[in-house]
């Protein structure tokens, strides 16, 4: 918190020195640079990429069912001074992609009970050879599967991380219009509230010259103090939002910011997001759905489960493992091995029944038609999505310039209603009641265009368009 504190004190003061060599200056904080900080520290965007680095450290751990390994096996056993047996086996094996194995070994075995089948000459015995899965597991086995999948996680990961890290900037993105928004009605008020003054105070001084009687000056009151009640709340409302604004501001080794007062945001119209979100309509003519990370995470999840399904199909077939072995006395001696010398063998097994084979495989299948039917529906429900989308935005636009023509012919009627009393041909009351109506439709037209803004969140939103916020 130490250094948070150092961080807002040098914007503080380099701010104070800015407006004083600049009165009219301002610290604006923009919507890209907010959202470029919420992606460079926030601490769910380091989350999010925990997921990569998961997703790669799987794949190595997949890659390692086919490291060499060395097996050493030693069994030594004397009783009474008499040497039972002394017994070694040592194996070097290197695992290859179609389940073949390559072997060498040397068996070195002595002892006066040793078993028959374990002698060999006093100096050992050299092996070298393969295993060879002839049936199951040949084209694919576990380790095959296992590698397929871990490459295929290190894509999905990637996906994934696109998707929580656009949920983080959706978030971020509502909470700064709200931000901005309430600023718009600190402003809106703070007018209407000197309006009012200095309405009260020239009413006033009418009153103590005698023009008008002392009554007259209690409503223009009434509506100064109703404006100082509005702007309290509006300033209550910005308060709130800026807290909220500063869960996303964070800065290095995980230190939280907080928004100060003299931070404002920067000017928006209705085109403002679209370069920093993506959201310009004409663009969405150009957006492929299979490039979105929904899609593409569902696509990666089908993969994933296909390999399981021809690993499953695998187990179908019965287990056939040929194995084949040269010996010799000497490891160098190679051009005397001789084919007669050798240790083979071959191991079969397959389950009468295969039900238990035959139910996952169909499990396996099942998984597969469900995930693309979800890929299916995910397809539908995003290009509904957009263009339900794109139908709102456009509507919002329409009801935002109906409003903006409410909006001046309000400000008309306000005028007209101050000049008539100006001459003596209005009251209070009746520029009260137009006052309302204009602060009512100013109010409706920054709701509306609250509405157009985080409509084209939600554009941004369920395209996913992440990589245009730099």
């Known amino acids: ?3 948070g504190l150092v961080f807002l004190l040098v914007i503080f003061f380099e701010s104070k020195a800015q407006d004083a060599l600049e009165p009219d ?3 604006e904080l923009s919507l890209n640079e907010f959202l470029a900080y919420v992606k460079e520290f926030h601490p769910l965007s380091q989350l999010a990429n925990f997921e990569i680095s998961a997703a790669q450290a799987e794949l190595l751990r997949s890659r390692g069912a086919f490291d060499p390994q060395v097996m050493v096996d030693w069994k030594n056993k004397e009783f009474k001074g008499t040497e039972y047996y002394d017994v070694l086996n040592s194996t070097f094996k290197i695992p290859t992609w179609y389940g073949i194995e390559v072997k060498a070994g040397f068996e070195q075995n002595q002892g006066q009970f040793l078993n028959q089948e374990r002698v060999v000459p006093d100096d050992g015995l050299y ?4 295993s060879v899965p002839i049936g199951q597991g040949l084209f694919i086995n576990q380790r095959m599967a296992d590698l397929k999948q871990a490459k295929i996680l290190q894509d999905l990961s990637v996906a994934q991380r696109d998707i929580r890290l656009n949920n983080l900037l959706f978030d971020a993105v509502l909470a700064y219009l709200d931000w901005y928004l309430a600023n718009r009605e600190v402003s809106l008020f703070a007018e209407f509230l000197e309006r009012a003054e200095v309405r009260f105070n020239g ?13 007259d000056t209690l409503e223009a009151g009434i509506i100064v103090q109703n404006r100082q009640v509005s702007l309290e709340q509006s300033n209550l409302k910005l308060t709130q939002s800026r807290l909220r604004l500063s869960n996303f501001l964070w800065f290095e080794d995980n230190i939280p910011l907080e928004l100060n007062p003299f931070v404002v945001p920067e000017e928006l119209d209705e085109n403002s997001l679209d370069p920093v979100l993506g959201t310009n309509l004409l663009q969405l003519e150009n957006f492929v759905l299979e490039d979105h990370p929904r899609i593409k995470a569902l696509d990666y999840r089908i993969d994933r489960l296909e390999v399981d399904q021809r690993l499953k199909a695998e187990m179908l077939k019965p287990q056939l493992d040929v194995e084949y072995n040269f010996i010799n006395e000497r490891v160098g001696q190679f051009e005397n091995f001789n084919t007669n010398d050798y240790k083979a063998g071959i191991f079969f097994r397959v389950p009468l029944f295969l039900r238990k084979e035959r139910g ?3 499990l396996a299948k099942i998984k597969v038609n469900e995930a693309e039917l979800d890929l299916d529906f995910e397809t539908l429900r995003l290009q509904n999505e957009i263009q339900a989308s794109r139908s709102e935005i456009l509507s919002f636009i329409i009801q935002l310039d109906t409003f903006r023509n409410i909006v001046r012919d309000n400000t008309s009627l306000l005028n007209a209603e101050e000049r008539k009393f100006s001459i003596g041909e209005s009251s209070v009351f009746l520029i009260n009641a137009r006052e309302v109506g204009l602060i009512d439709a100013r109010l409706n037209e ?3 265009f609250e509405n157009l803004l985080k409509s084209k969140a939600d554009l941004f939103n369920i395209l996913i368009n992440e990589a245009d916020v730099d």
């Open 1 to 3: 918190m130490r250094y």
């Open 25 to 27: 200056a301002v610290n």
């Open 127 to 130: 092996s070298a050879g393969v």
């Open 203 to 215: 009413i006033k001084q009418s009153a103590m010259e005698g023009d008008i009687p002392i009554i």
């Open 360 to 362: 996952d495989l169909k």
């Open 446 to 448: 920054i709701k509306l």
